[in-house]
């Protein structure tokens, strides 16, 4: 079993930048891919960014370009840096790990195992 704890998140002023942490317990996360996503009131969760277990990563074009997530293997944490924060990045943020032998694609919820609790980003005018 994998446990997931996320970190970070809180309310900003539209143009600021918010760093969400993810730290892993239970397995080292050096074969799992992981995943953020975020879910708006009333919207579906939706994907965010990825990163595979090789380091390749992926981003949703709404967030491209002002999002990055990387991993820090021996931590055996994920991090998202959020720039340039908009009011439509208002959300709670979740993190995600899957199990790369088991998982090819990175984008959807069913592609990861295990999740954190979530954390609120709240973004103002």
């Known amino acids: 079993q994998v446990q997931l704890v996320q970190s970070g998140g809180g309310s900003v002023q539209a143009g600021a930048s918010l760093t969400l942490s993810c730290e892993a317990s239970g397995r080292t996360l050096s074969n799992y891919n992981m995943g953020w996503f975020r879910q708006a009131p009333g919207k579906e969760r939706e994907f965010v960014a990825s990163?595979?277990?090789?380091?390749?990563?992926r981003y949703d074009d709404s967030v491209k370009g002002r999002f990055t997530i990387s991993r820090d293997n021996p931590k055996n944490t994920g991090y998202l840096q959020m720039d340039s924060l908009k009011l439509e990045d208002t959300a709670i943020y979740y993190c995600?790990?899957?199990?790369?032998?088991?998982?090819?694609?990175?984008?959807?919820?069913?592609?990861?195992?295990?999740w954190g609790q979530g954390t609120q980003v709240t973004v103002s005018s």
């Open positions: 990163i595979r277990w090789t380091g390749s990563t």
């Open positions: 995600a790990a899957g199990r790369s032998a088991i998982h090819y694609y990175t984008t959807g919820s069913r592609d990861y195992d295990y």
